[in-house]
T-cell receptor, first 108, second 115 residues
Framework: AQRVTQPEKLLSVFKGAPVELKCNYS??????LFWYVQYSRQRLQLLLR??SRESIKGFTADLNKGETSFHLKKPFAQEEDSAMYYC??????????FGAGTILRVKS | GAGVSQSPSNKVTEKGKDVELRCDPI?????LYWYRQRLGQGLEFLIY????????KSGLPSDRFSAERTGESVSTLTIQRTQQEDSAVYLC?????????????FGEGSWLTVV
């Protein structure tokens, strides 16, 4: 069965510090992995996907099939990064399975 | 419209009553999804519609839950004989096709409270 695990409910860092939001998954095939973000009072939106291999708002995520991980990283956190972050997995057919989410708080 | 629209945004209902939640997807989007988010928990898949294919209902938690979609437009999620554990945010999302490369756009959600 597909499963996404985000071990941290809350991650609190200081502005300028590096950020790593952890995501592990279980899936027998070749998954597609995503990170979604929800800022305060806004709707859930796509941040990035592994197939694009892009950097969005300074965030990157590398799919590690050996460790079945898709951790989200940013070298220098900013206050506006404070939000709820969800890791999600999909197989062809587009049914997204989400993790429980991690609240990121960036303190000044 | 500009985005996925859901109504009502908030609903308080008495235990045992039926509720209907509505979703208007982005025009032209053939795929539509319903998710549920209970307080402090992740997003739970409920049901997925793709064009004229039979919907994937594998996430519906009980037979009190049902959903319909008219063509490629509006969808209604119905919860019969509501229970307190049904209290959650119900999120609707749509995408332009069922292919996994398409971005999924979410609505703002319908907050349901069962008292």
């Amino acid at each position: 069965a597909q499963r996404v695990t985000q071990p941290e409910k809350l991650l609190s860092v200081f502005k300028g510090a590096p950020v790593e939001l952890k995501c592990n998954y279980s899936y027998s095939g070749s998954p597609e992995l995503f990170w979604y973000v929800q800022y305060s009072r806004q709707r859930l939106q796509l941040l990035l996907r592994h197939i694009s291999r892009e950097s969005i708002k300074g965030f990157t995520a590398d799919l590690n099939k050996g460790e079945t991980s898709f951790h989200l990283k940013k070298p220098f956190a900013q206050e506006e990064d404070s939000a709820m972050y969800y890791c999600a997995l999909s197989r062809y057919g587009n049914k997204l399975v989400f993790g429980a989410g991690t609240i990121l708080r960036v303190k000044s | 419209g500009a985005g996925v629209s859901q109504s009502p945004s908030n609903k308080v209902t008495e235990k045992g009553k039926d509720v209907e939640l509505r979703c208007d997807p982005i025009s032209g989007h053939t795929a539509l999804y319903w998710y549920r988010q209970r307080l402090g928990q992740g997003l739970e898949f409920l049901i997925y519609f793709q064009g004229n294919s039979a919907p994937d209902k594998s996430g519906l938690p009980s037979d009190r839950f049902s959903a319909e979609r008219t063509g490629e437009s509006v969808s209604t999620l119905t919860i019969q004989r509501t229970q307190q554990e049904d209290s959650a945010v119900y999120l609707c999302a749509s995408s332009s096709s069922g292919g996994s490369g398409n971005t999924i756009y979410f609505g703002e959600g319908s907050w349901l409270t069962v008292v």
